[in-house]
């Protein structure tokens, strides 16, 4: 889990120093990441989190709790994810594997804790997009989360017809559509006052 949360630390670096405004968009876990990436720093200026990893299901955890002990029997597993994806069209085409290791459990469960722990340090207007057909996030789990987030400026948005992984699945334009509008409403401030400040600039 630390490797992860560094890479995305260098990776926030890296944009500081070439962008002025910096907008961060995290699916499933992803999300999560971005959770404590974004309660680190006031310098996201807009975080979306789609479907985000946050809470962990009680007999997912109990797995990863345990997998120390039935690791060593079963090196590889699947994720089970079979309905994260419902248009079979797009699940085709998905470049996932669906397999699992035991220390990639735990490496999750660490993220997902952390995420949960940090949400009330969140304070970049954010937007939560949730499928009420997840089938790896209960709605009152997500719900839960979103309560948690310290944003004064936050907004959740249920969509219909998905399952967990709503950027390709069905309804996936809404999805996009949402997420522009929320980066492209935090963003323009910001861009006028970059153009304000550059030299020449009318």
């Not at 962990?56 to 590889?76: F, H």
């Not at 940090?118 to 997840?134: C, F, I, M, N, Y």
């Not at 936050?154 to 399952?163: D, L, V």
Request: a positive charge; hydrophobic letters at 45%; charged letters at 25%.
């Amino acid at each position: 889990a630390r490797h992860w949360h560094a890479q995305v630390a260098m990776e926030l670096d890296a944009m500081r120093r070439s962008h002025s405004w910096i907008g961060v968009v995290g699916l499933s876990m992803g999300g999560a990441l971005a959770v404590k990436a974004a309660s680190e720093t006031s310098e996201i200026a807009a975080l979306v989190l789609l479907a985000p990893y946050i809470a962990m299901p009680e007999m997912v955890r109990r797995l990863a709790d345990t997998s120390p002990w039935w690791g060593w029997l079963l090196p590889y597993f699947s994720s089970f994810g079979s309905r994260s994806i419902r248009d079979q069209v797009a699940a085709e085409r998905a470049l996932g594997h669906g397999i699992l290791t035991p220390a990639m459990l735990r490496a999750l469960r660490d993220v997902v804790d952390t995420a949960w722990d940090a949400l009330p340090g969140v304070s970049a207007p954010t937007l939560v997009v949730q499928s009420r057909e997840d089938n790896r996030i209960a709605a009152e789990s997500a719900e839960s989360g979103f309560n948690r987030i310290g944003s004064r400026e936050k907004k959740f948005i249920w969509t219909n017809g998905a399952g967990h992984v709503i950027t390709v699945d069905f309804g996936f334009q809404r999805v996009f559509d949402l997420t522009r509008d929320w980066l492209e409403a935090h963003r323009g401030g910001a861009t006028r006052r970059t153009e304000r400040a550059r030299p020449g600039s009318r």
